[in-house]
């Protein structure tokens, strides 16, 4: 589309005039050509003008450059090449700045680059599986270099505090899956003595043995691991899990139940790690449980109830190893053989886990109630205590979805502790669609063995009409009494004219990045930019 001596107007005021502009029209799909430019300014960095060109280069490659301008800093360069092939997609991406031209002693000189780059292919293999490959490189040439300058990549977000160098191979057909990765982790954090760790191989083998009518089903998972961090630590695992789940019985009273079984088989080598002896080690962990329920059902003035009584008698013989990790006790988890779902370690003693579902349901309207605890023979003080699951009697944990229609929802996860009075996990959500006024709450509490966290955050937009939209978010940090950040804003749209006015403070310090305050007016005049 092509104008002459075209006059550009904001709410009915001349602002521009040129006097020959042309753009694509919305049918075209791909054109080489200048993408919206814009202006930011920032404390860390000041001013600063980016100028973007996208290149179409053929129908299956195209290349995007911006030129990123500062007034008082050295200028950034990005580039992103991206092509797409038969059964495959490459992604290129990278950037380059001299650093800063004022250095102080956070402020440090040197030049910052980073490369990114993702390609993935699917192809089809022998016996009609389904193969896949993938191949990541992410290096930065600076730790702070990402949040700095906020790259927008889309093979990676610039809060990330981790760079990831893998490769991905996936075979699965019918009966079976095979998985290889071979990966290297960059840490970005400044409080971590070797930035580097290293997990070469990681083999997963996944194979059903047989199913059928008479002995249920046996799926076989075999694991290789072999990990190098904190410079001289080694690990070298290969687990071996074998699981059984039997038919389920169904009796005339209406019970019904299952027998499940899981054999966990351990061989490890490691080095110079506390957890482990260093001499070669082959372990095994066994459990077998019988899960029973029964579906209470009634109807009446078209609300369906139903009540499912549910009781899961586990056993695991043997001893297991000390479990330092932050496992957390749940409705997901409280009916499983096993609870901690680690790839190396297992449960062991006798317990019986009771509690019960109950559901509601009346044309769009939903309530869902799911309960829990368990009972252990005796205490397990090698299970982690943020669990409970070192004690004879664990939390009674819970959750409560409430559906009252298609705009308003609420959910709440709990957990109470052993002697009925105190709520040591708490989390709350809400959401509402109540047009013109859109919000959604939410809080989290952790206390005693659980954690130590207690935060509140909201989001509420109201529309103005068709045209104009005011947002706020917040996120508060209840045991500082502090807010972490908030954003306030407003915007007018129309079919061609975005405008709006945005407040937003960001409450961190992280060596040469500093808090910031921000007032933002944006205009997007479509489609031809944004300031």
């Known amino acids: 589309i092509y104008y002459d001596n075209a006059v550009i107007k904001i709410y009915d005021l001349p602002v521009l005039f040129l006097p020959k502009l042309s753009h694509p029209d919305p049918t075209v799909d791909r054109r080489s050509g200048f993408l ?16 973007p060109y996208f290149w179409a280069l053929d129908k299956d490659k195209d290349f995007t450059l911006r030129n990123k301008l500062f007034a008082s800093e050295n200028p950034l360069f990005l580039g992103e090449y991206r092509q797409a092939f038969k059964k495959s997609n490459l992604i290129l991406d990278f950037g380059y700045t001299e650093g800063y031209k004022k250095t102080t002693a ?21 016996n009609n599986s389904d193969n896949s490959i993938e191949f990541t490189v992410q290096n930065v040439s600076n730790d702070k ?68 009518n008479k002995y249920g089903s046996l799926d076989l998972t075999s694991n290789l691991n072999v990990h190098n961090y904190d410079t001289n630590k080694f690990t070298k695992f290969l687990v071996n899990d074998l699981d059984w789940k039997f038919k389920t019985n169904n009796f005339a009273s209406g019970l ?39 579906d209470l059902f009634k109807n009446n003035n078209n609300n369906n109830y139903l009540l499912t009584p549910k009781l899961l008698l586990r056993y695991a013989p043997g001893k297991m190893r000390k479990d330092n990790s932050n496992f957390r006790l749940n409705n997901d988890n409280i009916f499983s053989l096993d609870r901690l779902n680690s790839y190396n370690n297992f449960e062991n003693g006798l317990s019986a886990t009771l509690g019960f579902d109950y559901e509601i349901k009346n044309n769009d309207q939903e309530f869902n109630f799911s309960i829990g605890q368990i009972i252990n023979e005796k205490e397990n003080q090698n299970m982690p205590s943020s669990s409970s699951l070192d004690e004879k009697l664990s939390d009674l944990v819970g959750s409560t979805d409430i559906k009252v229609n298609d705009n308003l929802n609420f959910n709440y996860n709990f957990a109470l502790d052993q002697n009925y009075r105190d709520l040591n996990y708490n989390e709350i959500g809400f959401n509402a669609d109540l047009n013109p006024i859109k919000f959604d709450l939410s809080y989290l509490q952790e ?37 972490e950040y908030y954003n306030l804003s407003y915007e007018y749209l129309n079919d061609c004219l975005r405008a709006g006015l945005v407040y937003r403070r960001e409450f961190y310090n992280d060596s040469e990045l500093e808090s910031e305050n921000s007032l933002m007016f944006k205009i997007t005049l479509t489609p031809f930019g944004d300031i």
């Open 256 to 294: 019904k139940g299952n027998w499940i079984g899981r054999l966990k088989n351990v061989n490890y080598e490691t080095k110079n790690t506390s957890e482990y002896k260093d001499d070669p080690e082959t372990e095994f962990f066994g459990a077998l449980g019988y899960l029973s329920k029964i």
């Open 447 to 483: 206390k005693k063995h659980i954690g130590n966290q207690e935060y509140f955050k909201t989001n509420l937009e109201y529309s103005k009409g068709n045209n104009g939209l005011f947002a706020f978010e917040m996120k508060r940090n209840i045991i500082t009494n502090s807010s």
């Open 106 to 126: 956070v402020k440090k000189s040197g030049n910052k680059s980073h490369f990114f780059s993702k390609f993935t292919k699917n192809f089809k293999g022998k």
């Open 36 to 51: 919206i430019p814009s202006f930011s300014d920032s404390k860390n960095l000041g001013a600063g003008f980016d100028i």
């Open 145 to 212: 270099y990402l949040k700095l300058y906020k790259i927008k990549s889309n093979l990676i977000e610039y809060e990330k505090d981790t760079l990831e160098n893998s490769f991905i191979f996936n075979r699965e057909d019918e009966n079976s899956f095979l998985g290889f990765k071979a990966s290297a982790y960059e840490t970005l954090k400044d409080d971590y003595n070797d930035k580097y760790e290293y997990i070469l191989p990681d083999v997963i083998f996944d194979r059903n043995l047989f199913a059928n």
